[in-house]
């Protein structure tokens, strides 16, 4: 028996909750990635896709893309999304369980972040209640007004300075500091080594590729204003 088969029994013939579900993956391995993560994304996907009233097949695209399953395994994954999107616990409950879980990691939970965002700008468009959906996910998992406006703006193409969490004032070498920083932590390999699923890394290229840009558009800015 395949583990999406294994989840959707448990949650729908044995008449567990999903959120008990993740109590028993956080007590059994907390934080270390796999398993417990992969059924976090998916019940916290699942309520996100469904924020705005329905589940698009964008939306479906995006969950088969950052959980690659056999192809005899894709209607069980669809089969607990499903069952994660009208389940009676809410967002803030697994959102609450997901923060438990990777306690002291918020790389990982950033990295939650990422994802649903994915999930949400399936369409090209975000949902007021999507919004409100990450917003509230970033402040159960700790992050601070400015650091959620951050990685809103990674998702947005928004303000350079935005992306990179700096004031527009900052001095070069702090910039380049940061910079740097933000590069290590959101590397490919920095991911697997939190224990991410590899198919996540097509997250971490896209969210690279707008650190770059965003340090590379200021550099030219203050080249072109010095000049």
């Known amino acids: 028996m395949s583990i999406w088969t294994k989840l959707y029994d448990a949650v729908s013939h044995v008449g567990m909750s999903i959120e008990a579900l993740l109590h ?10 796999g ?3 992969t059924i976090a994304m ?13 589940v698009t097949q964008d939306e479906v695209s995006i969950l088969h893309q950052l959980f690659h399953v056999p192809e005899r395994e894709r209607a069980n994954l669809e089969r607990f999304f499903n069952f994660a999107r009208t389940s009676m616990t809410g967002f803030e409950g697994h959102a609450q369980a997901v923060a438990r879980m990777f306690r002291g990691k918020p790389g990982v939970l950033e990295d939650v972040l990422d994802a649903l965002f ?11 209640r999507e919004l ?4 509230l996910a970033a402040d159960i998992f700790g ?38 920083l933000l590069v290590r932590e959101n590397h490919p390999d920095a991911l697997i080594s939190r224990g991410v699923p590899t198919e996540f890394l097509s997250l971490a ?5 707008a650190i770059n840009h965003a340090y590379d558009t200021i550099r030219k800015r203050r080249a072109a204003a010095y000049s």
């Open 24 to 33: 028993t993956q956080d007590s059994a391995r907390p934080g270390d990635g």
């Open 35 to 37: 398993l417990d993560f």
């Open 42 to 54: 998916v019940a916290l996907a699942a309520k996100m896709a469904y924020a705005d009233g329905r």
């Open 118 to 128: 994915a999930i949400a700008l399936a369409d090209n468009v975000l949902h007021p």
């Open 132 to 135: 409100e959906y990450l917003a």
């Open 143 to 180: 992050f601070t007004e400015s650091e959620f406006e951050r990685i809103h703006a990674n998702h947005m193409e928004g303000d350079p300075y935005q992306v990179l969490g700096l004031a527009t004032d900052v001095g070069d070498d702090e910039l380049r500091r940061k910079y740097l």
């Open 205 to 209: 290229n896209t969210k690279l590729a």
